[in-house]
């Protein structure tokens, strides 16, 4: 028999242009339950106040987005290791009357690299643009695959660096953290380079040479019309070129089986969602 699994939601500001309450309609479906998710549009100022409200009404779950990941990590009773490193959650989830915050990014990235994509990260030389709230979820799990080299290079040479330091004052080694027109990066060549900067977003100017690109395997973490690091790079010659829909999608189904134990197969819904996105 279906049953009805509460209410969820995702939040951040901009939200209208979400896939998730679609994403996680297919897995509810899956999963042969019926569930409320709505995307709803939160300032800042009112975080605190609607996650009160949500999780005293039948709240079961929430995603959520920019700009409020470090509000939510601030909010959050108890928190996994993800969110714990990188300072941010994504997934919020009522726990005996607390909340328990997580991150699932750096496991929806991971799982859409190798598993879909079949690209083992270890011992490769990698190339990470951004340093704001996504490429801090990814870089801890990326460092865990053992690269050969990881250099950070952001727009705003400074937050690279301290990015940089802080992972060399953790357990990792030799990351480089450089501006993205430095000439240091001029001379480096990479085997994956990972577009973690929102230039997408903006029509912004792509952030690095066409150069890099050769034998190099690009992934943009942007998704739909914002991912024209994607469609640059599979048109000026990178040997692979892969956007971020399969991370979104396997991030949400890691959501999903926080909030409801059930890990939805995701083969059907990302070939479902391509579909109808006409990409
Ligand atoms: P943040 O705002 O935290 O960080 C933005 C980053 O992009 C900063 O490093 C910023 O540099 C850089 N940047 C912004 N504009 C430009 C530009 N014109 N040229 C070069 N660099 C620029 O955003 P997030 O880190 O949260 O998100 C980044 C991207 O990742 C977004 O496109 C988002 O949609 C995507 N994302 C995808 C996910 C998925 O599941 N596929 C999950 C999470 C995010 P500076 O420090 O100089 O401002």
Not at 185 to 193: A, E, G, T, V, Y
Not at 209 to 234: K, T, V
Not at 249 to 268: H, L, M, R, V
Request: proline letters at 3%; glycine letters at 8%.
């Amino acid at each position: 028999m279906k049953k009805r699994l509460g209410n969820f939601a995702v939040i951040g500001d901009p939200v209208e242009h979400s896939l998730s309450p679609k994403i996680h309609n297919l897995f509810a479906k899956q999963h042969g339950n019926q569930i409320e998710y709505e995307k709803i549009r939160v300032a800042k100022g009112l975080f605190v106040a609607f996650v009160e409200d949500f999780f005293s009404n039948r709240g079961a779950g929430l995603n959520i987005t920019l700009p409020l990941k470090a509000e939510a990590f601030e909010i959050a009773d108890t928190l996994d290791e993800d969110s714990k490193s990188c300072q941010a959650v994504n997934t919020l989830k009522p726990v005996n009357g607390k909340l328990s915050g997580f991150n699932t990014d750096g496991v929806g990235f991971l799982t859409d690299l190798e598993a879909w994509h079949g690209i083992a990260v270890k011992d490769k030389r990698i190339l990470l643009l951004g340093s704001g709230g996504a490429a801090k979820g990814i870089v801890r799990p990326l460092l865990s695959r053992e690269p050969k080299t990881l250099v950070i290079a952001n727009r705003t040479h400074a937050s690279a660096r301290a990015l940089a330091d802080q992972l060399n004052s953790e357990n990792f080694i030799g990351i480089e953290g450089l501006g993205l027109d430095d000439t240091q990066l001029m001379k480096k060549r990479f085997d994956i380079i990972i577009n973690a900067t929102s230039a997408g977003h903006k029509n912004s100017e792509m952030p690095i040479d066409e150069n890099f690109l050769e034998d190099a395997i690009c992934y943009d973490l942007s998704y739909g019309p914002a991912a024209s690091f994607f469609r640059w790079a599979e048109s000026s010659g990178a040997k692979r070129s892969i956007d971020g829909l399969g991370m979104l999608i396997e991030q949400a189904a890691k959501s999903y089986e926080i909030w409801t134990g059930f890990s939805p197969n995701t083969e059907s819904v990302r070939a479902r969602i391509r579909n109808d996105l006409g990409i």
